[in-house]
Each structure stands twice: as C-alpha cells, then as structure tokens.
C-alpha cells in the first residue's frame, strides 16, 4: 500500500535560532517533489530536522508518515520507518569500508527488530546485491572497499548516496543537492539511479536544489519554493522555469513578510560562515 509523508507546520531552530517558520508538505509514495530556494532559505535545516539530526531542534509542528509520528523516533528509526536522506555534505568515516557500512545500515533497516550482535544480513547474497548496484551506478567494485567517503572526489560521494539508496530501497528519499558540485555527466548518472530506484521500489522523492539542470533529469510534478523558512509557492514544473527565468524577486514582491524573515536568516548566516571559514 501506498505510504504519505505528511509535514505539518514544522518550526526548528538551531542553538536557538528560528530557521524553518511553518513549513507544510505532503509526499505520497510514487511522487517526485522538488524544493527549490534561495541559499540560507532554510533547506537543508529541513532535511536534517526530519532525519533527526540532535543540532536541530523542532519546535512545533509534526512529521509523519501514515500517521506514525517520525519525530518521536531516534534518527536511525527514522531509516526504519523508511526515511533517507542524501547529505548535502556527506561525512566521512574512516575505517569504515562502504561494504562494512552498508551491510549494517542494510540488516537494521530490513530487520527493524534485530537486536545488536545478532546476525548482518548473508554476506553471499549482500555482496552478490551490491555488486549489480554499484555496475548500474558505473561505480567500479574495488569502491566497496574504500572508507566511506575519506579521500572521496564530490562526485564519488554523491555516488555513495545514491547507492545507500538502492540499498536500503527507502518509502521516502529527501536529497539535498545532490547535483552541487557535479559535472553534467555525473548528474545524470546520479539522477539515473534515483529514477531507478525510485520506479522500482514506489519511492517518493524529494529533491532539494536550486539549480534546473537535475531537475531535467529527475522531473518532479510538484515543485515548492521555501523561502523565508516557510514554503510560500506550490505548482508544477512552471515553477521551476519561471524561477529560471525571473529569479525570486517576484517571490520578494509577493510575499513580503517572508522577505523580511528571509533578510533575517542571511544576516545571520554571514558571521556562521565566517566561522565555518576560519
Ligand atoms: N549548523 C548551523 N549553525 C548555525 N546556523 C546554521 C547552521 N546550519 C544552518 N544555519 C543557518 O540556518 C539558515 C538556513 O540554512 P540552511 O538550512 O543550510 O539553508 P539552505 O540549505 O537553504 O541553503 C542559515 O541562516 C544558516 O546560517
Ligand atoms: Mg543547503
């Protein structure tokens, strides 16, 4: 059966500080959303506060998918109830292979009730599954033995997430950025394996960019603008060419409250870069 991710006038901060204002977004299985928005609209801070990353904190509102409650649950029961999401800056575990790491990230989102130290998945039957993903990614199989992200190239990293995908074959994908940083070839390979996923296994996708170009290969039926912290426009791929075209002065002009809060988001996201700078 068909499952519905539904995010309902979702608050979260950061040390404090109100990012997302009211954010309202529904996703059924099978149905490709894209999220576009200026830098430092809040996107990402939506991604992460539905994975459950511990720096953002909900403040009001709900996440659920049919009707369980996502944001009660522990970030890896987030993966279990089915929740992906592609980082938009993938972190790096030395010492972890992608083999290693995937076939525990595999066992505990198919077995959701395996109790540590119990078995991983048959090694003969993950490593055969493996394979054939990493041929239909073009990822050469001596990737498996790597450490997980360390010394990746952003294209390789992007790869790794996707193929986490196909893996774990998730109800709900969120990918954040995943074209930043890739050549036009790599973008579509990438965008490739999400369709391919995605019609295999009825994943409903979100796509986070704000760019055109992934969108071209990936193509939603639902595009959303956040800006200001909150989702301010709904429509169809129109969007997305008009935003090509016109930029978000247009949005500014509309939505005038939601310019002010986004003022106030860039202001404070100057000094956080400086910092990430030093
Ligand atoms: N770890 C963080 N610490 C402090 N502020 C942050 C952090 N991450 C994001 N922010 C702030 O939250 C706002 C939204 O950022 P983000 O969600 O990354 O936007 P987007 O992904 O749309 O570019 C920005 O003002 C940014 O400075
Ligand atoms: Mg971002």
């Given at each position: 059966m068909s499952k519905t991710l539904t995010i309902k006038n979702l608050h979260a901060a950061i040390d404090g500080k109100e990012i997302l204002r009211g954010v309202d977004l529904t996703i059924r299985q099978g149905e490709v959303h894209a999220l576009m928005g200026p830098n430092g609209s809040g996107k990402s801070t939506l991604s992460y506060a539905l994975a459950g990353?511990?720096?953002?904190?909900?403040?009001e509102g709900s996440a659920e998918i049919d009707g369980r409650?996502?944001?009660?649950?522990?970030a890896d029961e987030r993966a279990k109830a089915g929740l992906f999401l592609a980082f938009q800056y993938p972190t790096s575990i030395p010492g972890v292979s992608v083999a290693n790491f995937l076939r525990h990230a595999v066992t505990n989102v198919r077995n959701p009730d395996r109790k540590e130290g119990e078995d991983l998945v048959p090694m003969r039957e993950f490593r055969k599954e493996l394979r054939e993903q990493m041929d239909e990614l073009g990822?050469?199989?001596?990737?498996?033995?790597?450490?997980?992200?360390?010394?990746?190239s952003g294209g390789e990293k992007k790869r790794a997430e996707i193929l986490q995908m196909a893996m774990l074959r998730p109800s709900f994908a969120i990918l954040d950025e995943?074209?930043?940083?890739?050549?036009i070839d790599a973008v579509r390979i990438v965008s490739e394996g999400v369709n391919r996923v995605a019609a295999r296994h009825g994943t409903g996708v979100l796509v986070i960019t704000h760019y055109e170009r992934i969108l071209t290969y990936i193509k939603p039926q639902f595009v959303h603008i956040l800006f200001g912290g909150r989702i301010v426009e709904d429509g169809g791929p129109e969007l997305v060419k008009q935003l090509e075209s016109q930029g978000y002065d247009w949005i500014r002009e509309k939505y005038p409250d939601a310019a002010r809060d986004e003022d106030d988001l860039e202001a404070a996201q100057k000094p956080a870069s400086l910092q990430a700078a030093r």
């Open positions: 990353h511990p720096r953002y904190e909900v403040t409650d996502l944001l009660a649950l522990e990822v050469d199989q001596e990737f498996a033995r790597r450490y997980l992200n360390e010394g990746f995943t074209d930043s940083g890739l050549d």
